[in-house]
T-cell receptor, first 114, second 115 residues
């Protein structure tokens, strides 16, 4: 059949501004979440993770917020730089999987305008 | 420390053939997972191996198989290739001391084109 590409949400921001990328996850039982960044021609790269017993976690220039009530995850990037341009994926782990079986979102394409 | 290494990086096959992809995880990592990435379906989990045992399996037909060796290196095989198998196949390794989840370190992927 016809291979229809996923329509990736896109986000364009000016260099230096803050970026917020959102993700709605599927299962209320999910207990571990990871944000990945994928640049063109490369594999996904870990950015930050959060477990379900937390609401917020901060890294270097990045913050992840978890709202379990509405099953929503967000990634905030402070002072966005051109090198941040990439596709960003959220991934969830749903118990009782005892291992690394993750379900990935469709991704958001971030473009940073110099 | 070397990252996850996948070979080959690119390959072209024809329908009906079979293919074997290889993955060398980061030294010390015992968990190896495989994912398929396509424009139509995104990133989808194929299977995970830990200490030479398949621990999880995604929803793919039996044509997709894998194995892990005692040195944690892993291979996946796709038999009777179909056009729809064209994809980027990503391997990811993780350091786990037992059951549970951990950060995945991905390789650059093997891009398979089926003609």
């Amino acid at each position: 059949g016809e291979n229809v590409g996923l329509h990736l949400p896109t986000l364009s921001v000016q260099e230096g501004d803050n970026s917020i990328i959102n993700c709605a996850y599927s299962n209320s039982a999910s207990d571990y979440f990871i944000w990945y960044k994928q640049e063109s021609g490369k594999g996904p790269q870990f950015i930050i993770d959060i477990r379900s017993n937390m609401d917020k976690r901060q890294g270097q220039r990045v913050t992840v917020l978890l709202n379990k009530t509405v099953k929503h995850l967000s990634l905030q990037i402070a002072a966005t730089q051109p090198g941040d341009s990439a596709v960003y994926f959220c991934a969830e782990n749903i118990p009782p999987n005892t291992g690394n079986q993750f379900y990935f979102g469709t991704g958001t394409s971030l473009t940073v305008i110099p | 420390k070397a990252g996850v290494t996948q070979t080959p990086r690119y390959l072209i096959k024809t329908r009906g053939q079979q293919v074997t992809l290889s993955c060398s995880p980061i030294s010390g990592h015992r968990s190896v997972s495989w994912y398929q990435q396509t424009p139509g379906q995104g990133l989808q989990f194929l299977f995970e191996y830990f200490s030479e045992t398949q621990r999880n399996k995604g929803n793919f037909p039996g044509r997709f198989s894998g194995r892990q060796f005692s040195n944690s290196r892993s291979e996946m095989n796709v038999s009777t290739l179909e056009l729809g198998d064209s994809a980027l196949y990503l391997c990811a390794s993780s350091f786990l001391t037992g059951s549970g989840t951990g950060e995945l370190f991905f390789g650059e992927g093997s891009r398979l084109t089926v003609l």
